[in-house]
Each structure stands twice: as structure tokens, then as C-alpha cells.
């Protein structure tokens, strides 16, 4: 219930899509649920959500456009770069400023940009069915660790590793994806592994 607000929220405030549409995207039953439940964990309707809106990010082609916020500090450059250097030809892209890649989700499919922003990475998503928005939103905060606590890891690390401020574990958005490439990855060069996964 608290994932479906808060995908809801996003829809909200950052989008103009229409609150039937909002609802469905989020996962609701129903309008009438989607009302009640807003209501009943955010303390304000979806219109009243709807005036805070801080910004239009549907474009004409569909695409939404979202901060995914971070705890400071966050090595973000590092995190693109290294997903960048690792781009599989046809899955994924990288120019330097940001990253970009496809999705398998579970109704259908789509694709991210992903560059960095002050305190959020900006996340431009076009998916071929918004009820898969949470998923995305999910996998997109797992691949850059984003719900990392950065105080707790330096804490726990500090003393027996040199840590270098904000850097983390880049994951994965999807499993089978990720397993394929370390076997790869084991056998051959950083180039030659990015050849292989292409071909696969």
C-alpha cells in the first residue's frame, strides 16, 4: 500500500497525467481507492497534491521525468561511470554526462536515462505500460544503490578501509542479466565481455 502512494505521489506532483490514469499506474483497484487510500496516508486529496505540483514531466513522447533522491554523499559520477565503461551494445548507452538503458519489466517493457542532479538523479523513463512505473522506479534506485545509508557503510568500514566519500555498489536491474555478465566478465577482458553480452 505505502509503494502505491508513493508511486501515486510521483504521478502526482510531477506529472499532468490524469488522476484515473495516475491510479492505474500506481497499482489502485479502483479511483475510489486511490482517493481513500491518498487521503487516508498522506492526509491531503489527490487535487490537493496536484496543486503542489513542482514541475511538468510528461513530455508529448511519453516520456516521465522523476528525482530519485540520494543520501549525501553520493559518488554518482563514479556509479555512471563505471556502468558506462561496462555498456552492453544495444542495451545500453553512455555519453559521458548519462546513461541510458533498457528495461524488462513485468508488463511489458521500456527504457531509462539516467543523469546526475543536485541531491537526485534525474530519471527520464518511457514505458510501454505505467503501471510498471514502481518497478522501474525500484530497479533504477537498486542499480546506483540509492537507498544506501552512507553514514552507516563509513561507519561500519571507516576504520579498517580507506573509503572514498559516497562511492557504492553499482546493482543490478536484473538478476539473470547481472549473473550472465560476471561469468562472461571472469573470462575475458572488460571490451571483450561487452562484445560477448552483445551477441547474447
Known sequence: RAQRVSAARILIETTPLPMADVAFAAGFASIRQFNDTVREVLGRTPSELRQRRTGRS???AGVLTLRLPY??????????SFLGERAVPGVETWDGASYA???????????VVLRPGDGHVAASLCLSDLRDLSAAVERCRRLLDLDADPEAVGGALGTTLPIVPGLRVPGSVDGFETAVRAVIGQQVSVAGARAVAARL
Not at 543520501?71 to 555512471?80: E, G, H, K, S, V
Not at 538503458?101 to 527504457?111: D, F, I, N, S, V
Request: hydrophobic content about 40%; overall charge positive; charged content about 30%.
Open 101 to 111: 538503458r533498457t528495461l524488462r519489466l513485468p508488463r511489458g517493457h521500456g527504457w
Open 71 to 80: 543520501r549525501r554523499p553520493m559518488a554518482l559520477d563514479a556509479a555512471l
Open 58 to 60: 510528461v513530455g508529448d
